[in-house]
């Protein structure tokens, strides 16, 4: 496998379910970033982790709460969402925080509240 | 005002043309931009990055930036179908890698 992949591509979750998505990446890159993805909305940063430290957490609810094992892998853990939490949840890693590199995105999981 | 802002769009070139993507930023921090293309239920994919000012040429693409004035802007020349995309600027205003991205310009290029 290369480059980022995110898994599963859409989930559709009750309000009440836990759910986790999940994200790993083969490009030896040390940080990792959550994205949200709304329509007609631009790119909301959620989470950071630098070498599997949070180094960012732009005030999101509790209702998400982000793990990062080790440098390849980070999960998104979901729990009692609302319908407006309906949105493409993006995943991206870097070879740093400490310089401006771009971005390499997952594919992105679909994610649909009921 | 929008930390990143671009023109929604749709933005509509006839193929062979030149298409221009401008985007403003209120931050005279930011040191390092960027122009991802997002095709239609995909992710986002790095096309151009930009640190100094003037124009950076790749292919096609030419990324311009403009600190003084804010502005980055993205031109495409000889335009194809395939190019149309939602196109979106990023923006890192300071010395960590935390993106800042616009809402995207939809950009149609008919055959």
């Known amino acids: 496998e290369t480059g980022v992949t995110q898994t599963p591509r859409h989930l559709v979750m009750g309000m009440t379910n836990k759910k986790s998505l999940k994200c790993e990446q083969h490009?030896?890159?040390?940080?990792m970033y959550w994205y949200k993805q709304s329509a007609k909305k631009p790119l909301e940063l959620m989470f950071v982790?630098?070498?599997?430290?949070?180094?960012e957490n732009n005030s999101v609810p509790s209702r998400f709460s982000p793990e990062c094992p080790n440098s390849s892998h980070l999960f998104l853990h979901l729990h009692t969402l609302q319908p407006e939490d309906s949105a493409l949840y993006l995943c991206?890693?870097?070879?740093?925080?400490?310089?401006?590199?771009?971005?390499?995105f997952g594919s992105g999981t679909r994610l649909t509240v009921v | 005002q929008k930390e990143v802002e671009q023109n929604s769009g749709p933005l509509s070139v006839p193929e062979g043309a030149i298409a221009s993507l401008n985007c403003t930023y209120s931050?005279?921090?930011?040191?390092?931009f960027f122009w991802y293309r997002q095709y239609s239920g995909k992710s986002p994919e790095l096309i151009m990055s930009?640190?100094?000012?003037g124009d950076k040429e790749d292919g096609r693409f030419t990324a311009q930036l403009n600190k003084a004035s804010q502005y980055v802007s993205l031109l495409i020349r000889d335009s194809q179908p395939s190019d149309s995309a939602t196109y979106l600027c990023?923006?890192?205003?300071?010395?960590?890698?935390?993106?800042?991205f616009g809402g995207g310009t939809r950009l149609m290029v008919k055959p």
């Open positions: 991206a890693s870097s070879q740093g925080t400490g310089t401006p590199y771009g971005y390499t």
């Open positions: 490009l030896g890159h040390n940080a």
């Open positions: 982790y630098s070498l599997e430290e949070r180094v």
């Open positions: 931050d005279r921090g930011s040191q390092s």
């Open positions: 930009i640190y100094s000012n």
């Open positions: 990023a923006v890192n205003k300071d010395a960590g890698n935390m993106l800042t």
